[in-house]
């Protein structure tokens, strides 16, 4: 698969998810409507995905991750029917820490400037 392609998949996939979140389709109380999909990685073989999901409210990521992953076959199915590819992938949720990891080194430079 071309670099294009993926790209063009990912983006589409994250399109999709965002939507079903937004609109309140996934009904799950643990799920934030403040949740989005951030990055996407999908397999060679178009097999597999890995979403990274990021939230507002960090007391509210993991919550809405397994929220996410338990509506994931109902998500697929909702991927299958809009992108109409041979294969939909499978999907696993995962926590993007991102924001989390970059605030925490910037904690760790600040108080190395403030030893200084």
């Known amino acids: 698969m071309s670099d294009y392609s993926c790209e063009r998949l990912n983006s589409r996939i994250a399109e999709i998810v965002n ?19 951030n990055d996407i990685y999908v397999s060679k073989d178009k097999a597999y ?14 919550s809405s991750v397994a929220a ?10 909702r991927l299958g029917s809009v992108l109409k590819t041979r294969n939909t992938p499978k999907l696993t949720f995962i926590a993007d820490e991102t924001e989390r990891n970059a ?14």
Do not use: M
Not at 49 to 62: G, N, P, R, S
């Open 49 to 62: 995905a890995k979403l990274y999901v990021w939230c507002i409210d960090e007391k509210a990521l993991e």
């Open 68 to 77: 996410l992953q338990a509506a994931a076959g109902f998500i697929q199915s």
């Open 19 to 37: 939507t079903l979140i937004a609109n309140g389709e996934i009904k799950n109380p643990g799920l934030s409507r403040f949740a989005s999909v």
């Open 103 to 116: 605030r925490r080194i910037d904690e760790l430079l600040e108080s190395i400037n403030e030893s200084k």
